[in-house]
C-alpha cells in the first residue's frame, strides 16, 4: 500500500483521534496541527506534533510543507450548541478560515490532495432530506447548529473554489461506535432508518481518498 507524508488538522477531536491512529497504523507519516497538545495523548515514531493556530496562515503554511496531503477534521464549539459549549479561548469561525489558510498553503507548497469533513445538511445534500433528514434539518438544526453549519457551508465554498483535488465528506450523526466497514458512501446518499456513522468508519472512509479518486471535486455522504 502507499504509504504519504500526510498533515491532519482537527487530530485531537472525536474523529481525529481516530484518524492519527488510522494514519499511523497504515504507515503513514503524520504531522497532526494541534492548538492544545495537552489534548493530543498520541505518541509514535511517525507523529509529529506541531502546534499552532488554524486562524493564522504562517503557521498552517509551516505545517504543510513538506507534506504530499492534508486531510481536516477541524470542528467548531459554536455559541448556538448547549449540547457542546464553547470553552473559553474556543475560536469562532475556525472551520472556515482554517479551510482558507490551508487551501493558500497547500497552492504555495504545491499539494494537490486534500480530504475535509463537513456533514451531511451542508450545500446541496440537504434538497429532498426524505423524513429523518427533514427532521434533522428543520428541527434539529436551527437552534442547536446554526452557526456551526453556517462555518461548515463557508468552509466547503472555499474548499469548492479552489483547483486542488478536494474531497468533501459529508458524514450522518456521528457515534462512538466501532469500525464495522459496512457503511456506504454516495453523494445522493439520504439519511435512512439509522442516520448515524461512527467516527472510526469516517476515519476510514478519510484514509482511503487519500489515494482514491473516485470522489474527487465531489461531496460523498457516508452513513448505514
Not at 503524520?30 to 492548538?35: D, E, I, M, S
Not at 464549539?77 to 469561525?93: C, F, I
Not at 461548515?152 to 450523526?173: C, H
Request: with cysteine; hydrophobic share 40%.
Amino acid at each position: 500500500s502507499v504509504t504519504m507524508r500526510v498533515v491532519i488538522f482537527g487530530p485531537t477531536g472525536g474523529t481525529g483521534r481516530r484518524l492519527v491512529e488510522r494514519a499511523i497504523a497504515e504507515g503513514h507519516d503524520v504531522t497532526a496541527f494541534v492548538r492544545n497538545p495537552s489534548r493530543m495523548s498520541a505518541r509514535h515514531e511517525r507523529l509529529k506534533v506541531v502546534v499552532g493556530d488554524a486562524f493564522d496562515p504562517g503557521q498552517v503554511r509551516e505545517a504543510v510543507a513538506g507534506n504530499e496531503a492534508v486531510i481536516s477534521v477541524l470542528g467548531s464549539r459554536q455559541p448556538s450548541n448547549p449540547l457542546h459549549p464553547r470553552r473559553p479561548g474556543d475560536p469562532h469561525g475556525v472551520v472556515s478560515a482554517g479551510a482558507a489558510n490551508i487551501v493558500a498553503a497547500m497552492k504555495e507548497h504545491g499539494l494537490r490532495r486534500f480530504v475535509c469533513q463537513t456533514a451531511w445538511g451542508v450545500g446541496e445534500s440537504k434538497q429532498d432530506p426524505g423524513l429523518a433528514g427533514a427532521f434533522f434539518m428543520n428541527v434539529l438544526v436551527p437552534p442547536l447548529l446554526r452557526d456551526e453549519y453556517a462555518d461548515k457551508e463557508a468552509q466547503e465554498k472555499t474548499v469548492r473554489e479552489s483547483d486542488l483535488e478536494w474531497i468533501i465528506v459529508r458524514p450522518m450523526i456521528l457515534t462512538n461506535g466501532p469500525w464495522t466497514n459496512d457503511y456506504r458512501a454516495r453523494v445522493d446518499l439520504k439519511p435512512g432508518r439509522r442516520p448515524y456513522i461512527s467516527r472510526a468508519n469516517v476515519a476510514d472512509f478519510l484514509m482511503r481518498q487519500l489515494v482514491d479518486d473516485t470522489f474527487v471535486r465531489d461531496t460523498p455522504a457516508i452513513g448505514y
